[in-house]
């Protein structure tokens, strides 16, 4: 089963980054909503990385192989 590269947008971050600021009661029932949202739209949760599959890293730096 593969998994698609899924990475944090600009705009998000960037909304993510106001939110420091406000009292944390705010920010908690804005962080969820933020969260629930995202992980409806994306599927992915928003603080995983993207991943890359093994045959890509291989693939693509080819001084970088190793066998075995």
């Known amino acids: ?9 600009p705009e998000y971050l960037d ?3 106001k ?3 406000l009292p944390s009661v ?6 969820s909503n933020l ?4 992980k409806k739209e994306t599927g992915c949760e ?4 993207s991943e890359v599959h093994k045959s890509e890293v291989i693939n693509s730096k080819p001084e ?3 066998s075995y």
Request: proline share 3%; charged share 25%.
């Open 35 to 38: 969260y629930k949202k995202y």
């Open 46 to 49: 928003p603080w995983q990385l």
């Open 19 to 21: 939110l420091t600021g």
């Open 64 to 66: 970088n192989k190793v």
């Open 15 to 17: 909304w993510h980054a």
């Open 1 to 9: 089963m593969s998994k698609s590269n899924k990475i944090l947008t």
């Open 26 to 31: 705010l920010t908690d029932k804005i962080r």
